[in-house]
C-alpha cells in the first residue's frame, strides 16, 4: 500500500506510539489522582504541554489541549460570539477555511447578532492583507484565517495581517492544523491571540487537538467539570495521546529540515513526471507559498472520485479534495474559490506526502495516476 494522503491524517511514528504504550497499560493512572500512579500521569501530561508550548513559541500555561482541531476552531468562534452576545458584532473569515470554521460561521450567522465576511482568495488561493484591512468594520471583533489550506497547501500571510490586527481591537485566531509540525510557527512572530494544531495532522495521534490562547485572554469553558486545562476543559485528560503528541511534535521540529527538502523533491518530481505525460493536467494552488507535501492536480474530462477509486484498487490511498468533502458529489469549496468551475473542480485529486513516503513511492503514484486518467479518457 501506499499511503499518500497525509494532509487527512499520518501515520503514528514509532516513537509516539512506544510513548503512548505505558499510559495505557502500567501507568494508568489519573492525572488529577493524589498518590504516585496520578502524579506521574500529571507530570507527563505537563511535559508535553511544555514541549508543544515550545515548539511554537508559547508558555505552557497559553496551551489547552482539546479532542481535535474541529474542537478547537468551533470553541473559539461560538465563545468570541457568546462573550458578545449583547451587540451585534462582525467576524471575517475565507472562504477556503476547513468546515470546522466555515459551518460555525455559518451556524453564527443564523444565530443572528453575527455578521460574517466570508473574503474570497486569487486564483493561487491565497488572501489578499488588504481584503482583510477592507473589510474591517467598527464592530469587528474577530478574525479567523487559517495558517495554510489542507486541499491545495496555499501558506496565508498571517503575519501581516496579524500586525494590521494588532494595532486594533480585534481578536486573531489562526487555524494552523496543516502547519504546526511541517512548517516554522511562531505565535508571537504571526501576532496570533489564538492558534489551532492538532495532533494526527503531525504522525501524533487521532484525538488529540491543540488550542493556543494568548494569556491575559478570557475564555469561557468548553466542558463544566473539575479544574483539568485551566478548568476551560473538564474530564479526564486523554494522558496517552497527549504524551504522544508532546513527543511527536518535537521529533517533527527536529526532522523539519531534512523533511522539507524530501517533500518538496517529491513534489517536484510528481508534478513534473505527470505533466510529462499529461500536459492537460493542472496544478491547483500556489507553487511559491505552499506547504511542502501537498499538490493538487485537476485532470480536464475526468472524475477526481474515479481516479481516486482507480488508485485505490491499486493500493494507492489519495483524495478527491478534503477527507471532509468525500462521500458528497458536491465540488470542493477551495476550488471553485480559486476560480475553477464545477466540472474542473469535480476532477481534482489531493496528493499529499508524509514522512514515510519515498521516492520510488512518487514514481509509482505519477505511472498510475497517468494510467488511470489514460484508462477513464479511454471510455469516454
Ligand atoms: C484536519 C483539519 C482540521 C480538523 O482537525 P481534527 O483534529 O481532525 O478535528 C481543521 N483544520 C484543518 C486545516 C485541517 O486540515
Known amino acids: 500500500m501506499i499511503y499518500a494522503d497525509n494532509a487527512a491524517t499520518t501515520r503514528i511514528s514509532d516513537g509516539a506510539f512506544e510513548q503512548m504504550l505505558p499510559f495505557l497499560r502500567e501507568q494508568y ?38 479532542s ?6 468551533s470553541w473559539i468562534l461560538r465563545c468570541v460570539a457568546e462573550f458578545y452576545h449583547n451587540e ?34 486569487d486564483n493561487t488561493g491565497r488572501i489578499s492583507v488588504e ?65 489551532t494544531a492538532s495532533a494526527h495532522k503531525f504522525n501524533g495521534a487521532k484525538g488529540v487537538g491543540i488550542l493556543y490562547k494568548r494569556s491575559g485572554l478570557e475564555l469561557s469553558p468548553l466542558i463544566f ?15 496517552a495521546g497527549i504524551v504522544a503528541a508532546g513527543y511527536a511534535i518535537e521529533e517533527s521540529m527536529a526532522k523539519m529540515d531534512e523533511s522539507t527538502k524530501r517533500l518538496q523533491a517529491m513534489v517536484y518530481c510528481t508534478v513534473k513526471g505527470i505533466l510529462a505525460r499529461l500536459p492537460t493536467a493542472q496544478v491547483n494552488g500556489d507553487a511559491k507559498n505552499c506547504l511542502p507535501g501537498i499538490i493538487n492536480f485537476s485532470f480536464e474530462g475526468a472524475s477526481g472520485e474515479a481516479l481516486m477509486q482507480l488508485l485505490d484498487l491499486k493500493g494507492i490511498c489519495v483524495s478527491t479534495s478534503s477527507a471532509c468533502n468525500s462521500g458528497q458529489d458536491t465540488p470542493s469549496h477551495v476550488l471553485l474559490a480559486l476560480g475553477l468551475t464545477e466540472e474542473k473542480a469535480k476532477s481534482a485529486i489531493r496528493i499529499s506526502y508524509g514522512r514515510y513516503n519515498t521516492m520510488d513511492q512518487a514514481d ?17
Open 68 to 73: 481535535g482541531g474541529s474542537e478547537a476552531n
Open 29 to 66: 493512572g489519573n492525572a488529577s489522582s493524589q498518590y504516585s500512579l496520578g502524579v506521574k500521569a500529571k507530570r507527563a501530561v505537563k511535559q508535553a504541554r511544555k514541549k508543544v508550548a515550545s515548539a511554537i513559541g508559547a508558555e505552557a500555561s497559553e496551551i489547552i489541549f482539546t
Open 88 to 121: 451585534k458584532i462582525h467576524i471575517i473569515t475565507s472562504i477556503i477555511e476547513h468546515h470546522s470554521v466555515l459551518k460555525a460561521c455559518r451556524a453564527l450567522e443564523q444565530g443572528g447578532g453575527v455578521e460574517v465576511t466570508f473574503l474570497s482568495v
Open 131 to 195: 481584503d482583510v484591512k477592507a473589510a474591517i468594520k467598527h464592530n469587528t471583533k474577530l478574525v479567523s484565517i487559517m495558517l495554510a489550506n489542507n486541499e491545495i497547501g496555499t501558506i496565508q500571510p498571517i503575519a501581516e495581517i496579524g500586525q494590521i490586527l494588532c494595532e486594533r481591537d480585534i481578536l486573531f485566531h489562526t487555524d494552523a492544523v496543516q502547519a504546526v509540525g511541517h512548517i516554522p510557527v511562531s505565535v508571537g512572530d504571526l501576532q496570533v491571540d489564538f492558534l
Open 225 to 239: 467539570g473539575g479544574e483539568q486545562e485551566h478548568g476551560l476543559r473538564a474530564g479526564t485528560e486523554n494522558v
Open 364 to 380: 509509482t503514484i505519477i505511472s498510475a495516476v497517468c494510467d488511470a486518467y489514460e484508462k477513464i479518457m479511454a471510455h469516454h
